[in-house]
């Protein structure tokens, strides 16, 4: 059994790695033959889906009457994506992550502000079926406001040397969704050997769950920014996170919310990850407007403060 989830564990590496290099390619190519920019496709296609097993989180606890569980997972997964991700794709680019458009630097807002929407909403101690509403409104607000003018979604591309056809764009589109279920499986698979070596090794639960569902929800945005960033596609990654944590806090939350309003009466599990999340959200705000470009340093920074929340938490609840 042990060899059994160690050649999981390698395989499951192997396939993520693989099918991120597909995802880049493939969305690379998709945003010329529709005339979008990169960070716009990457906003749509990759964060949706790699959110897909935050919709069955959602759905799943909600039908179970336990709806917090998916609050947990959305600002758990929105701190990683917002700190340790980025500071991770900005390290492995050559010049720092760029954000010089103004879609980015627009969006960038827009992301910040929904991330920490739902927190504002939950004060009262819960997320009802308005809030949920709100939620949803707060997201076609953002898809308002980003089609409402060409340029933000728009983009020239010269020197293309690809047949732009129907053919040429379903080919890609095939190896998106190909490459997504690869990455979805592959994350599975290291979420699934790592609990068995957690439990194997005999690790407390609560580090366990600190380190496998934050680190493991993230893990396809993750290695598909690492790719991204090598390849020099800045927007991607950026389309990629911010996409992630929009459609998380709105759509999925929104759902969760419709089907079951989330109460939550002991605040204390939250307490230190949504000060952390709101923590993350500001530095990221403040670096991606400043002077618009993610560097080196920066990344460094952001990793630091996943590291504190990580020690934080395992502190506490040790």
Do not use: H
């Amino acid at each position: 059994m042990f060899w059994l989830y160690i050649f999981i564990f390698l395989i499951s590496c192997f396939f993520l790695a693989f099918s991120s290099r597909w995802l880049v390619d493939a969305l690379s190519r998709i945003a010329k033959f529709l005339g979008w920019k990169e960070f716009v496709v990457a906003f749509f296609l990759m964060a949706f889906g790699v959110s897909v097993p935050n919709f069955f989180v959602g759905i799943i606890s909600a039908l179970n009457k336990i709806p917090e569980l998916s609050f947990g997972d959305v600002v758990g997964g929105n701190i990683v994506d917002l700190s340790l991700v980025v500071g991770i794709a900005a390290l492995i680019s050559k010049m720092g992550l760029s954000v010089p458009s103004r879609t980015v630097q627009g969006s960038s807002i827009f992301t910040i502000g929904i991330a920490v929407l739902p927190l504002i909403l939950i004060s009262d101690g819960v997320l009802s079926r308005t809030d949920g509403l709100l939620l949803f409104l707060a997201f076609f607000a953002y898809i308002s406001w980003l089609f409402s003018k060409r340029e933000r979604f728009t983009k020239v591309y010269n020197g293309i040397v690809e047949p732009m056809n129907s053919k040429f764009f379903f080919k890609n589109l095939i190896k998106f969704l190909i490459s997504i279920i690869f990455l979805l499986l592959a994350a599975q698979g290291i979420v699934k050997s790592a609990t068995f070596f957690a439990s194997y090794l005999n690790l407390p639960i609560g580090l366990i769950g600190i380190l496998l569902v934050g680190l493991g929800n993230s893990l396809p945005e993750g290695f598909f920014s690492i790719q991204a960033a090598r390849k020099g596609q800045d927007w991607l990654v950026l389309g990629d996170l911010m996409g992630g944590v929009v459609i998380t806090a709105t759509l999925v939350l929104g759902i969760v919310a419709l089907i079951c309003p989330i109460q939550i009466r002991d605040f204390s599990p939250f307490v230190i990850a949504r000060i952390f999340l709101i923590i993350s959200a500001i530095f990221f705000l403040i670096i991606v407007r400043t002077g618009k470009k993610i560097t080196k340093k920066e990344a460094i920074i952001l990793i630091a403060i996943y590291l504190l929340f990580l020690s934080t938490e395992i502190f506490f609840r040790g």
